[in-house]
């Protein structure tokens, strides 16, 4: 596609429930990001997907978080037992890349979650 | 640790201003830089981006930065800002960092232009 899509745009959801949230990147890029934004904060890295695999996960708050890329396009970060804390702005990104050149990362328009 | 300072976390100017935004890293490897903006209700869109060669480099809407190897700085600057400036801005380094590249993000700098 032209860019980087997010479903849905907004979620709100209840303490304790099971939410999932999609990321369909640039077309042919094989990096693939997902960050958190917080309110008056810069992104926050979660994991990290080079292809189908999760290059670097060092990101992911606790076990409750958990992300796929089964077929190295469509990724989708998943959320058991929602806490409120949770709640934040989702942002995917893809690059061509990983580094160098082509390492430059064009971000979705993000998942605005919301645990009540 | 790896990191990226913002010095001004919030900036108010007249339009037709003149505008510089710090960034300051530390990381001693090679590093690409980039400035990205988040209009409001818009999503990050890259501004402009150092990889190699001129430290001069210039962005979308009049942007530029330059990268001082030295001072490990790479400030951004526009000559006269407009009210459509209005943004918050993010200064990042890709950096090598436990075995994988990953980007490092300021804060941010919440730049208001009053008409």
């Known amino acids: 596609g032209a860019g980087v899509s997010q479903t849905p745009s907004n979620k709100v959801t209840e303490k304790g429930k099971y939410v999932e949230l999609r990321c369909d990147p640039i077309s042919g890029h094989t990096a693939l990001y997902w960050y958190r934004q917080s309110l008056g904060q810069g992104p926050e890295f979660l994991i990290y997907?080079?292809?189908?695999?999760?290059?670097?996960d060092s990101g992911l708050p606790n076990d409750r978080f958990f992300a796929v890329r089964p077929e190295g396009s469509v990724s989708t970060l998943k959320i058991q037992r929602t806490e409120r804390g949770d709640s934040a702005v989702y942002l995917c990104?893809?690059?061509?890349?990983?580094?160098?050149?082509?390492?430059?990362?064009?971000f979705g328009p993000g998942t605005r979650l919301l645990v009540l | 640790a790896q990191s990226v300072s913002q010095h001004n976390h919030h900036v108010i100017l007249s339009e037709a201003a003149s505008l510089e935004l710090g960034c300051n890293y530390s990381y001693g490897g090679t590093v690409n830089l980039f400035w990205y903006v988040q209009y409001p209700g818009q999503h990050l869109q890259l501004l402009l981006k150092?990889?190699?060669?001129d430290p001069l480099v210039k962005g979308i809407k009049g942007f530029e930065a330059e990268f001082i190897k030295s001072k490990f700085s790479f400030n951004l600057r526009k000559p006269s800002v407009q009210w459509s400036d209005t943004a918050e801005y993010f200064c990042?380094?890709?950096?090598?960092?436990?075995?994988?590249?990953?980007?490092?993000w300021g804060a941010g700098t919440k730049l208001i232009i009053k008409p």
């Open positions: 997907f080079q292809g189908t695999g999760a290059a670097d």
């Open positions: 990104a893809s690059s061509l890349t990983a580094s160098g050149a082509g390492g430059t990362q064009y």
């Open positions: 150092y990889f190699s060669g």
């Open positions: 990042a380094v890709n950096a090598f960092k436990d075995s994988n590249y990953q980007l490092i």
